[in-house]
């Protein structure tokens, strides 16, 4: 049953903000009338009911799952561990402040990419995300 009424703004700007929605987007229906139920409840209770109850309401609602944003890139420590990436593949790294053509030799036990940077034998041990796999183009 929806209704008609505006929902405080405080909790509006709430709700926009878990959903990421600009507060000039309309909020979903669904969710609007989850929160009117929600608000029934807590009158009839004679409570106040404060953010984190909100947020709770968004998750039983499946706003809480992982979207691309909030998902870690795939480092090459990761493409390593599932077979996408053998030593000696090309690599860029950054090193000094500045990317640098590198080899990728494996992985040490603090989960660290382990490179040869430009010519130099030397194996240098670097943090994962400062290492990208090279694209070969065709």
């Known amino acids: 049953m929806a209704f008609n009424r ?18 000039e987007e309309p909020l979903p229906q669904r969710v609007t009338d989850a929160y009117w139920q929600f608000k029934r409840c807590c009158d009839k209770a004679n409570i106040r009911h404060i953010p984190s109850d909100i947020a709770m309401l968004c998750y039983q609602l499946g706003y809480g ?8 890139p795939e480092t090459v420590v990761d493409k390593y561990r599932d077979g996408e990436m053998q ?9 000094r402040h500045r990317w640098r053509d590198g080899i990728f ?17 030397v194996e240098e041990s ?3 995300d400062q290492v990208r796999q090279l694209e070969l183009v065709s």
């Open 6 to 23: 505006d929902i405080p703004s405080d909790d509006s700007e709430f709700l926009h903000r878990i959903l990421a929605l600009e507060l």
């Open 87 to 95: 030593p000696g593949t090309p690599v860029s790294v950054k090193w």
């Open 65 to 72: 799952k992982a979207v691309e944003s909030d998902e870690k």
């Open 105 to 121: 030799r494996g992985v040490d036990a603090y989960q660290k990419a382990i490179v040869t940077i430009g010519d130099s034998p």
């Open 126 to 128: 670097v943090d994962a």
